[in-house]
């Protein structure tokens, strides 16, 4: 079976796509699947495991060159590439992304459809006002599909308020995300000084919601001297967040540790008491499902973070963790301090999360859904 994975822009060093390689990666090797990722050749990306294609983008259109000046987070949708029906008529299987928001999924569209390939679409989002390509050939797509993968209800729910899709459509499956629980796996802290360490992973931006979790940190550190904040991550808005540390915080009680590699990660959850996610909306993004929250519970870690997107269907409030307000630091704070206090409350929510993970989301589970969906 050869399957074309054609997310184009998406194919790059990041941690939601690194995960999703290792269940391609997992899925050739134990599946018997000849897989190809379509790259753009901007991202500078290689597998030294699977197949790699490098795609040419086309050169916008002037209405498109206006439209991206105007909305620049747009780029990705806008792109489309050179020479697609040629090259995916060979392919059993196209798997793309959202047509809703991404041209080059209406591209694949035309291309399986001219050659009689089969197409699956993904998507993650969450945001049923976000429509980046026209309806019509949103629908069009989906209308092809043979199947649609969900990554979690949420995002099938926006395609249902959109209407282009049935939420009981037999089309449809959630897949989750997969994690590799081998990899990702509990194991004894390198030092023991008594000190709590909260951490969080992410790009440094405001809708990552970081200034929430200092101020929250800032509240409890005269009640809690022993309380730590690592924050793993680089992005447009560190200065704003080491002026507010600088504010709020003395020194040495958080530390900005920068970018790290995917394959160190492991050993950074490890050294943590209480992971913490803080995202909040914005109109055009918001946290889909979370895969640092999925690592850090396969790591057996408590869980804070807020109500919204994909998350609640992964932190079982109570059980694995604690779900917050977005922007409510009264609340983030309240919860942390409880597990400040608990020790044991601690360790009973992240053996349970690292359970959760193993029976719903191991990389094994999630490759055989994908597998029965790209077969059935």
Not at 298 to 306: D, E, F, H, L, Q
Request: charge should be positive.
């Amino acid at each position: 079976m050869r399957v074309a994975i054609f997310r184009p822009p998406h194919a790059r060093y990041n941690t939601a796509f690194e995960i999703q390689r290792s269940m391609y990666r997992y899925l050739s090797k134990n599946y018997n699947i000849d897989i190809t990722l379509f790259v753009d050749d901007c991202n500078n990306f290689n597998d030294d495991q699977l197949r790699v294609i490098t795609l040419k983008r086309k050169a916008l259109s002037p209405w498109r060159k206006l439209w991206f000046r105007n909305f620049p987070s747009s780029q990705n949708q806008l792109f489309t590439y050179h020479g697609l029906p040629t090259i995916l008529k060979h392919f059993d299987l196209i798997e793309t992304s959202d047509p809703t928001l991404y041209y080059y999924a209406y591209d694949a569209y035309r291309s399986a459809k001219k050659y009689g390939v089969r197409l699956v679409c993904g998507s993650s989002v969450t945001i049923p006002e976000l429509l980046w390509v026209k309806k019509g050939k949103a629908q069009k797509v989906i209308d092809y599909a043979s199947k649609i993968s969900c990554c979690t209800p949420m995002a099938l729910n926006r395609f249902e308020e959109m209407g282009i899709l049935l939420f009981n459509s037999e089309k449809v499956s959630i897949l989750g995300h997969p994690f590799d629980t081998n990899m990702f796996r509990p194991f004894p802290r390198k030092i023991d000084d008594g000190l709590i360490r909260i951490l969080t992973v992410g790009r440094l931006s405001r809708e990552k919601g970081h200034q929430f979790l200092i101020e929250a940190v800032s509240r409890l550190i005269p009640q809690y001297p022993q309380l730590r904040l690592n924050i793993v991550g680089e992005g447009n808005f560190k200065e704003n967040l080491i002026s507010l540390v600088r504010e709020l915080l003395p020194e040495g009680i958080v530390t900005f540790n920068g970018s790290i590699a995917h394959n160190e990660l492991p050993t950074v959850y490890n050294q943590c008491d209480i992971f913490a996610l803080c995202s909040i909306k914005t109109d055009t993004w918001e946290e889909y499902f979370g895969a640092v929250i999925g690592e850090a519970m396969s790591c057996g870690k408590p869980i804070v973070a807020t109500k919204g997107g994909g998350i609640p269907f992964v932190v079982k409030d109570g059980e694995t963790g604690f779900l917050v307000k977005q922007g409510d630091v009264a609340d983030l704070t309240e919860k942390v301090k409880i597990l400040i206090e608990k020790n044991h409350l601690r360790k009973e929510m992240g053996l349970r999360a690292r359970k959760h993970i193993l029976e719903e989301y191991s990389l094994e589970k999630v490759a055989e859904r994908c597998y029965q969906l790209w077969t059935s």
